[in-house]
């Protein structure tokens, strides 16, 4: 076992260390001639100017006549002048005034009459023409060096005479996947076996700003092999990513192979995630090993490559742009690295609300779910509930205006109800987050959230939801819809190998919980009491996963026998299901959020009968 | 002369009349299958569910070794436990778990020792371990219909084994030059050929919003022969944008032409620009006839094109962002149309200015200078100067705040600077109007600019500038800034066929002029003064162009033959130029202003080397 240590460079300061040596080592960036027509996206390598005048002819501006306004001084409206058929000429838009006219009378402003035309007032010198150089003269700067293309710009400089114009040249970037055990994407990978699918993210992420990248086979963990790669990468590419090896571990060979073949400017940013990145040169070649959890790349992607690619292709970085948002959930982080935490971000009546999302680097869905990064400063504990705080929006602040938050139990209906509501006329993004039933009373009350589903069993009673809203909502301030009932009941393994019939079976089994808070967790709770069952002798009581498909998914791979959950999540996973009981799935909707288009529009598609036909496909439901 | 009165639908109307009439067109849209590693920017047809967990397998979360965490409870940091060989295994980061171990000790928490490993610590179940479908469960849901794939989802479908995705077809528009008059872009064009760069803007603006198009030849304004290819393209396209002939001219068939093949929903909208544009049907095909006037297109491309072009692809149409904006100058408008103005957008510390670009539709450089619109409503007779407005960006508002705002004296060595601080370190957008010395007085007045150039005669001392500051910033507020002696002279034909050599000869041609209240225009009146001229008598005194190049293309294609100005605009147009004097061109810059960085990066780009280098190779001027 083999045992390094990585630096701990700021990230700012590892960004200027390696982007002044970058700029050293590239020098003048390449150029090339590009057709004007072909430019749009392409950077100016320098100042275009016009080599014609727009219009570069006097033109008729209107459809009507040309004539000479010395001509017309006579005419009036109650006495119209008559021009002869040979002392005008007709003109359409766009076509030349012959040296003779100096005018242009509009079509609309004229009669015809036998042998000529009638015309009602007199007209003044270029009038309705548009004179040589009206929009462009020749000599005329465009556009300065290192202006990003524009359609508009094109098309001024064709009209200005330009047909080609001197660019950066685009730079390539090599991305070299690595690893024993990676394999191509499959829907059929083995134990063991891990999915490539970062160099899909970091290519989409480059082309996103434009630059373009070629990605290499995937290269095993054979130092000699990958140093062949590498060096070939480094000299057919203007930049290159290794994926994964940036650590020091046993099989980590990046920082050592870019050592050999150049230099490595940093290994280890105080970055979480992020922290094992590799930043090197080779010759004139930035080569950066990238972690491999995507997370982690992602971030280095983010905070390094983009504004080394950005340079190459003569770009301005784009500036961060921040929003203040109320932070939903305390947010703790380590003072050692600059934290970049992922949230869901809504708006209610009272500004924007961060929610983090999962913290984990191996967790891809935490950036797909993610409207923004938090930024959390190096040597900065995290936040309170409650502080506001500074947010980057990932996705344009309209959209974000135009969500519907929910946040409460899960189930699978809040997606296909998602899925309805975005394909509807009028439509609306849902954002949801799985806080379980007690999460959705909390969420509402503190208007953080329009609604969520909940399905909360009164114990004394052994009702539903009823008794919860007059606890917390004493003097009102939410609204309970009436959702659908929904089969609860244990998920076993395929066949029932464990012998469960009832629910005190459980003790005889690893049992795989839901978390405390969720609907689920309360009715377990509730029937470990009325059963008399000690849960410190239930194996597994303790473990808890946060939506049934997770339980499903323990079971299914036998990381436990049992679980209490829903009949759609056993269906999927092919698992047996022993109904326990029928429980009220019901929405809780903040009061002050009720009348609105977008909770509207929820309730309709949760009304319709496309979704009941989904319902009844997905299974263990009763309308 | 054929002669039709066109509609003036009002735009909103328009647009939903159009767009209503496509969705009933088009019914379902195409959909296709796309690899996901090739999915991104595409448009999701149907929902996305995992068809494998993530991990797939009980993984290692960290380089150490997968222990039974029942054997490691008497283990403590004074106490270290000994761990055998085979009662441990060494796992890397992503390695399987094997099933008779539940837990992964990290390697920096371990010594190694003959024959096995010391620990210092329990470890608890699940510790390091990322359990089966932590990141993503099999059966989730991962992404909603018509979602427009980002990098990172395309990376967790492949997370979640789904490889290959259901995605709305692309559009393909089909975009037709027409005009007997129009060429392909050419730096020679002959006196009357329009040069055809509309088809280069607009298939730009689409593939801004990710649509495909197909540029045909273009065709001549026969009817025959422009009804096949309009016939054609709509059966080839899934969408026919046919250019120019949408008005109701001798040769606009474009209506006609539509009306018979398939149907015309709206022709004239209330735009302005814009209004000559032909809405219809061909089939299921949507053929939009654009106006000829590239800025006109632009507007119906904006407004219309683009709602259908989204619409076909399955996206929404991003809402209009707009910022609040003081009116620099009064705007008038129409009643009849909505306008759309094109304006320069500034920030100083007083906020947001918006400036209006001249508004000629032929004026593509209104839109490459613009950055933002401002949408005068229709029934609206537009802006007093200082009236609040909204103006929609065309650039991120980041770029706005970088941008320093000149106002004044127009010279080409204004152009030079903007181009340097393009390519200085920290880069300046330099946004200039040419709007005269008197207008640089102004602008630095209301603090609507940060600088601009001046040469401002004292027609009593015969000096330049200084008396001006004196008058117009008694309590100071404004520095000047010593910027270059410029040669002033007459420009005349090569040659100087009409025998000019002092200023009085000016009387016996044809003059152009420069505007009120530019430094020229100002030595013009007192030259005429001082030598007792007639202006009255003077032919084209009253013919004004903005800028020096203006004046010198009206005298080098023979619509003047003399006017003042500078010598580097007589050397572009190959002019003969007559000395008149040498000015002091210099710089009035905002007191507020003067310690900003940007206008600091200013004069430093000011006192450059690189710009006396440029000022030599222009000629004209005096250090």
């Known amino acids: 076992m083999k045992q390094n240590y990585l630096n701990n460079t700021p990230i700012e300061e590892a960004l200027n260390i390696y982007l002044g040596a970058v700029k050293d080592a590239v020098g003048e960036r390449k150029t090339e001639t590009v057709k004007t027509c072909e430019a749009f996206g392409r950077v100016l390598a320098k100042a275009v100017y016009a080599v014609i005048c727009s219009p570069h002819y006097n033109a008729s501006a209107m459809d009507g006549i040309a004539v000479k306004s010395a001509d017309t001084v006579s005419a009036a409206e109650n006495e119209p002048l008559f021009l002869p058929d040979g002392s005008f000429q007709v003109v359409d838009t766009g076509d030349a005034i012959p040296d003779e006219y100096d005018a242009v009378i509009m079509v609309e402003d004229i009669t015809e009459k036998d042998g000529g035309v009638l015309i009602y007032s007199s007209a003044h010198p270029w009038q309705n023409i548009r004179q040589i150089g009206e929009d462009i003269c020749m000599g005329d700067m465009l556009a300065p060096s290192l202006t990003v293309l524009t359609p508009q710009l094109c098309g001024s400089f064709l009209a200005g005479g330009v047909t080609e114009v001197e660019c950066i040249g685009k730079p390539l970037f090599g991305i070299i996947p690595t690893g024993d055990e990676i394999v191509s994407p499959t829907s059929n990978p083995k134990k063991g076996e891990i999915i490539e699918f970062n160099s899909v993210i970091f290519s989409g992420m480059l082309k996103e700003i434009g630059t373009e990248s070629k990605i290499y086979e995937i290269v095993p963990d054979k130092k000699e092999l990958l140093t062949a790669v590498i060096r070939q990468a480094a000299e057919e590419c203007d930049a290159v990513l290794v994926l994964a090896g940036s650590s020091a571990g046993r099989d980590d060979y990046t920082s050592e192979i870019i050592d050999s073949l150049g230099r490595v400017l940093v290994h280890g940013i ?255 709770d509730f029937l470990t009491q009325k059963y008399g069952l000690d849960e410190s002798k239930i194996k597994g009581y303790y473990t808890e996963e946060c939506t049934h498909t997770a339980v499903a998914a323990q079971i299914a791979n036998g990381n436990a026998d049992c679980g209490l959950g829903i009949y759609s999540a056993a269906k999927m996973y092919d698992l047996d299901f022993i109904e326990i009981c029928v429980e009220e799935y019901d929405f809780l909707i903040d009061e002050k959020a009720y009348d609105s288009d977008s909770v509207q529009a929820f309730l309709k598609a949760l009304g319709s009968e496309a979704f009941k036909k989904r319902l009844s496909e997905m299974g263990g439901y009763r309308l």
């Open 270 to 524: 105080a970055a979480k995630p992020g922290k094992p990145a590799v930043l090197g040169l080779i010759g004139k070649t930035p080569v950066v090993g990238l972690p491999g959890y995507p997370v982690s790349g992602i971030v280095v992607m983010n905070e390094i490559v983009k504004p080394v690619a950005d340079f190459l292709s003569g770009k301005e970085t784009p500036e961060k742009a921040f929003i203040t948002a109320t932070a939903a959930r305390s947010i703790v982080s380590s003072l050692k690295y600059k934290e970049f935490v992922r949230v869901t971000v809504g708006k209610r009546e009272n500004g924007f609300f961060a929610q983090p999302l999962p913290r984990a680097a191996g967790v891809i869905t935490s950036f797909t779910k993610a409207d923004g990064i938090l930024e959390v400063p190096q040597n900065t504990e995290g936040y309170e509930i409650g502080e506001q705080v500074r947010v980057r929006l990932l996705r344009p602040v309209e959209e974000i205006d135009n969500s519907l938050i929910v946040a409460g139990s899960h189930d699978p209906l809040i997606d296909e109800i998602a899925d309805l509501l975005k394909r509807s006329e009028a439509p609306y993004r849902l954002c949801s987050s799985h806080v379980g039933s007690m999460g959705a009373v909390t969420a509402v009350r503190t208007h953080t959230a329009h609604l969520g589903g909940i399905h909360l069993l009164d114990t004394e009673s052994g009702k539903y939801n009823e008794s919860y809203i007059k606890r917390y909502f004493p003097n009102g301030g939410a609204r309970l819809v009436k959702g659908v009932g929904r089969i609860q009941g244990l998920m076993v393994k395929k066949g029932n190998p464990c012998n469960i019939y009832t629910f005190p079976d459980i003790v005889s089994c690893r049992y795989v919980n839901r978390q405390k808070g969720s609907g689920t967790r309360i009715l377990c």
